[in-house]
C-alpha cells in the first residue's frame, strides 16, 4: 500500500467507514502484534494489546496526518499501551513476591522452520527464548523484527519511522546485547 | 571516516543491506581493522545459532478471526459510552428524587431520612466495591497461581 492508497484510506476511516479501517487492520496485524511480542514478551498479551491499540487507533484517527505514513503513529500508542501494561504487570508482580522470587521470566517461544526437529535443537530454542526474553524491550524488538522475521532494513525503518542509519545501530546494540545474554546460558 | 561509524556499518554489511560503494568501503576497513573483523565473526556466529528460527506466531484462524476481535471491542467501546451515558443520567434524576422526597419533607423524622441516607451510600459503596473486584478478576490470568 503505497502512501497516497493509505492516505485516501484513512480519510474514508475518518468519516467512520469500518471497513476501510479493515483494510489497515490487515495490512499492519502482523508488525503490530511482532512489536507487541518485542515489548511484553507473552504472545496472548502481545495479540490483545495489539488489538487494542487498533481500537484506540479508530478512536482517535481524526487527529492523524492523512499525509504521513500510518504505522509510525500507530507505533506510538502500541508502545504507550505495551509500557503501561509492563508497568501494570510489575506491579501485580511485587504484590505477591513468593510468586516472583519462584518463577523466573517466561521465555519467548521461539520455533525452528525446519520440519527435522531434535532435542538439542528444541534445547537450543529454548535457549535462545530465554536470551530473548532477558533483551531490553527497544532490543528485543528490533531483533525480532530482522533476526526472526526477516524483515529488511527499509521494513524496519518505515514501520519504526527511524532512518536506516538508526536500525543499523539499534541492530548493532541488540545483537551485542543478545550474544552477552547467549554466551550467560551456555551457547558459544 | 571514524571507526564508530564502521560498528553499525557491520550489521548492513553482514545482513546484505549495504549499497556497492558501501560495501566496498567496509571490505577496505576490515581489511586493516583486526577488531572489526572479530566482531563481524561474532555477529555471524550468532546469525548461525538463530538460522530459520521464527518467533511463534497466532495460528491461521487467530489471523483470520483478528479483525473481528477488533471490531467486536470498537462496538463495546459505544456501547460503553452510551451506557455510562445512561447510568449518569438514571442516577442524577435518582439523587435528585432522593433528596426532593425524602430529605426534604419535614414531616419524615430525621433519624428516617439519615437511615436512608446511610443505606444508599452504603449501598453504592458495596456495588462499586464488587465490580472493581471483579473487574480486577477478569483481567487477571485465572491461572496465574497454578504450577504447571
Not at chain 1, 498479551?45 to 509510525?72: C, E, G, M, T, Y
Not at chain 1, 545501530?169 to 558459544?188: N, T
Not at chain 2, 556497492?20 to 545459532?49: D, G, S, Y
Not at chain 2, 442524577?92 to 414531616?107: M, T
Request: glycine share 4%.
Amino acid at each position: 500500500m503505497n502512501l497516497t492508497d493509505e492516505g485516501s484510506i484513512i480519510e474514508r476511516c475518518k468519516k467512520g467507514d469500518r471497513e476501510a479501517f479493515a483494510s489497515i487492520v490487515q495490512q499492519y496485524m502482523k508488525p503490530a502484534y511482532y512489536v507487541a511480542l518485542g515489548y511484553v514478551g507473552r504472545p496472548d498479551d502481545a495479540l490483545d494489546l495489539s488489538q487494542d491499540a487498533f481500537v484506540n487507533a479508530f478512536r482517535h484517527i481524526k487527529r492523524f496526518d492523512s499525509s504521513r505514513k500510518f504505522f509510525p503513529w500507530f507505533y506510538s500508542i502500541l508502545k504507550n499501551l505495551c509500557m503501561n501494561h509492563i508497568a501494570r504487570t510489575r506491579r501485580r508482580q511485587e504484590s505477591s513476591i513468593d510468586q516472583m522470587a519462584e518463577e523466573g521470566p517466561v521465555p519467548i517461544p521461539v520455533e525452528t522452520v525446519d520440519p527435522e526437529q531434535n532435542a538439542l535443537r528444541r534445547d537450543l530454542e529454548a535457549r535462545v527464548g530465554q536470551a530473548l526474553q532477558r533483551l531490553r524491550p527497544r532490543d528485543r524488538e528490533i531483533i525480532i523484527l530482522q533476526h526472526f522475521q526477516d524483515y529488511s532494513y527499509q521494513e524496519i525503518a518505515d514501520l519504526l519511522g527511524i532512518p536506516i542509519g538508526t536500525v543499523m545501530s539499534r541492530l548493532y546494540g541488540a545483537r551485542q546485547a543478545m550474544r552477552r545474554e547467549l554466551e550467560r546460558l551456555g551457547v558459544k | 571516516m571514524p571507526e564508530d561509524i564502521y560498528k553499525p556499518l557491520l550489521m548492513g554489511y553482514l545482513d546484505s543491506e549495504l549499497t556497492a560503494i558501501e560495501v566496498l568501503r567496509m571490505e577496505q576497513h576490515l581489511e586493516q581493522c583486526p577488531e572489526c573483523r572479530r566482531e563481524l565473526e561474532e555477529f555471524r556466529k550468532l546469525k548461525e545459532v538463530t538460522q530459520n528460527m521464527r518467533v511463534v506466531t497466532p495460528d491461521a484462524r487467530s489471523w483470520e478471526e483478528y479483525w473481528s476481535h477488533v471490531y467486536n471491542r470498537l462496538e463495546r467501546t459505544i456501547g460503553w459510552i452510551f451506557m455510562s451515558i445512561g447510568a449518569i443520567l438514571v442516577t442524577s434524576y435518582g439523587v435528585y428524587s432522593l433528596v426532593a422526597k425524602f430529605l426534604l419533607r419535614s414531616d419524615i423524622p430525621l433519624v428516617v431520612r439519615l437511615g436512608i441516607v446511610a443505606l444508599v451510600v452504603g449501598f453504592c459503596t458495596l456495588l462499586i466495591s464488587v465490580l472493581r473486584e471483579r473487574i480486577f478478576m477478569a483481567r487477571m490470568d485465572k491461572y496465574e497461581r497454578i504450577k504447571r
